[in-house]
């Protein structure tokens, strides 16, 4: 068995006397997180021990703060510097701006099946909200809530609930299908799968939509006005979500459509940020931007609650490769009309199809071998 862990999200039904409530406790959360923040920057000082020996006094007497809120004070700011030092390898301060507050399970909170029940500042305070999908969740025997975040979007609050289940492990001879998957720009994926079929899905309409917003940054960063700022803060989040939805969409189409204990072969591209020097300079803001690592993650945890496994294979030669004859030539690809022909054989498709077929031929070699391959092979 394998545990899994995704995020519910739930928005929580709010009157005029528990928004205040709530407005109070995330406000005061966060400032509390700054001030935690401030010190550890000051002292490096990570450990929760030390941390709450030197500060849990101040915490309870400064910002009125119950004993398991303090805590999880401590524990917020230390994991957010331990993912600054992990990814930056440097002290960088965190600043908690938005208002906040990390709930755990059966003490800070507690959740039933039309019920949200939360402490605060001045007592436990119990709202209704929108259950819409959760209901299989609230079978404590399969599905174990953790540490939530209760945040403020736009007015309206919302809960973010990580629940851990387990899942089969998906065994190389419980594999009953192949996915080849080619990603791209012209297509976000082309598919090559067991039954020798092909599928597309055109990225033109996104090309265009990123166009637009690449247009529109470019104009506002040219005012340079406190309200440009603010509005090329706005369209960024707004162009990630929607990204970030169409990924979702498209990682939800590739799983169902595909059976239990299915394989997906997809091209390690983790240096695409490191190619711009081969690519033109018009169109380095679509090649390196384009979301390839996030449609990846959402393939990988879809693929895992399906029972489905993903690989990740080396890119070189998948696009040069012959699936005929297993000629390798680069002239065999004509980048312009996205077509394929081999000098050798004469074999001509669309050139992100022969990506998918190689890609499909390497998951092959993967199940008879039981290891990734090195590279596209010519046999």
């Known amino acids: 068995m394998e545990e899994m862990t995704v995020t519910a999200k739930i928005q929580i039904s709010v009157n005029a006397d528990s928004k205040v409530f709530l407005d109070e406790i995330m406000s005061v959360y966060s400032d509390a997180c700054n001030y935690v923040s401030d010190y550890v920057f000051r002292t490096h000082d990570l450990k929760q021990f ?3 020996k ?3 006094s101040t915490l309870r007497e400064m910002f009125g703060l119950k ?7 401590f524990k917020t700011v230390i994991a957010r510097y331990k993912t600054i030092l992990e990814n930056q390898k440097e002290w ?13 399970w059966n003490r800070d909170y507690s ?3 039309n019920c949200f029940s939360v402490n605060t500042l001045n007592g436990r305070v119990k709202l209704p909200y929108f259950a819409e999908g959760m209901a299989k969740y609230f079978d404590h025997d399969i599905y174990k809530f953790g540490t939530a975040k209760l945040v403020n979007k736009h007015g309206k609050y919302f809960l973010h609930i990580p629940v851990t289940y387990d899942v089969e492990e998906s065994n190389v001879s419980d594999i009953c299908n192949v996915v080849g998957i080619d990603r791209g720009i012209n297509f976000v994926v082309a598919t090559y799968d067991s039954k020798h079929k092909s599928g597309f899905v055109s990225g033109k309409a996104i090309k265009q939509k990123r166009a637009h917003y690449s247009k529109l940054r470019k104009e506002l960063q040219m005012c340079q006005t406190p309200s440009s ?10 162009e990630n979500r929607w990204m970030q939805d169409v990924n979702h969409q498209v990682s939800k189409a590739l799983v169902e459509s595909n059976p239990k204990h299915t394989l997906f072969v997809l091209e390690d591209l983790s240096g695409v940020r490191n ?8 169109d380095r803001y679509v090649s390196v931007s384009w979301s390839f690592y996030d449609l990846e993650q959402k393939l990988i945890y879809k693929a895992k609650q399906n029972q489905s496994t993903v690989i990740k294979v080396d890119p070189r030669y998948t696009s040069q490769c012959c699936p005929v004859c297993g000629h390798i030539e680069k002239a065999n690809r004509d980048k ?14 669309n050139d992100d199809r022969i990506g998918a077929m190689n890609l499909y031929r390497m998951g092959i070699n993967y199940l008879e071998d039981s290891q990734v391959p090195d590279t596209v092979t010519t046999e």
């Open 92 to 104: 960088i301060q965190p600043s908690f701006k938005k208002p906040q507050y990390d709930l755990v």
């Open 50 to 52: 030390s941390l709450n």
């Open 336 to 349: 312009k009309l996205h077509l394929f022909t081999c000098k050798n054989c004469g074999y001509k498709s």
């Open 275 to 282: 190619a711009t020097e081969r690519v033109r300079t018009k």
């Open 229 to 238: 700022r603010r509005r090329l803060k706005a369209i960024g989040q707004r």
């Open 54 to 56: 030197a500060l849990y």
């Open 111 to 113: 959740l039933t099946q």
């Open 67 to 73: 004993s398991q809120m303090a805590q999880s004070v």
